[in-house]
């Protein structure tokens, strides 16, 4: 599926994603899309229920829905797992943010916004040097 008229040289976004990343990375691409869109919600949502039971909640959706993209059987399961994965990862990241820093004085609230995301990033960071480490699982 084509986003958009093809540009002069007849390489479409969906083509370049598809050649450089691969057909999995496309659907990281669209996990982050959701993550964004999610962000506008989430904010209401905690307002509404509070903040630690919608942290809570959004670390089970994404536990269960990580799993699931793991045991997805084909690419569209996968895709629509990663999606919810990525409403569970927005309601993480944005809650604790909001947790951290509301707790602390104003002169300290930018350090605090960034110890926490700090330590998000870097709990990926492993991850990606595990995979990284492993020879290509796609290649025959």
Not at 75 to 102: I, M, N, P
Not at 126 to 135: F, I, T, V
Request: charged share 10%.
């Amino acid at each position: 599926m084509a986003v958009g008229p093809a540009p002069p040289g007849g390489l479409t976004l969906d083509d370049a994603l598809s050649r450089y990343i691969g057909e999995f990375g496309r659907a990281q691409v669209r996990l982050m899309l959701l993550v964004s869109l999610f962000w506008v919600t989430n904010g209401t949502l905690s307002d509404a229920r509070g903040r630690k039971p919608v942290l809570f909640g959004c670390t089970a959706v994404g536990a269960v829905f990580t799993l699931a993209a793991g045991l997805a059987p084909n690419y569209a399961a996968y895709f629509v797992f990663r999606l919810l994965t990525g409403v569970g990862a927005a309601g993480q990241a944005l809650t604790t943010y909001v947790l951290a820093t509301e707790s602390v004085g104003p002169s300290w609230r930018g350090t605090a916004g960034v110890a926490t995301q700090l330590f998000f990033v870097l709990g990926g960071r492993p991850g990606c040097n595990l995979a990284r480490s492993q020879s290509n699982m796609r290649r025959p």
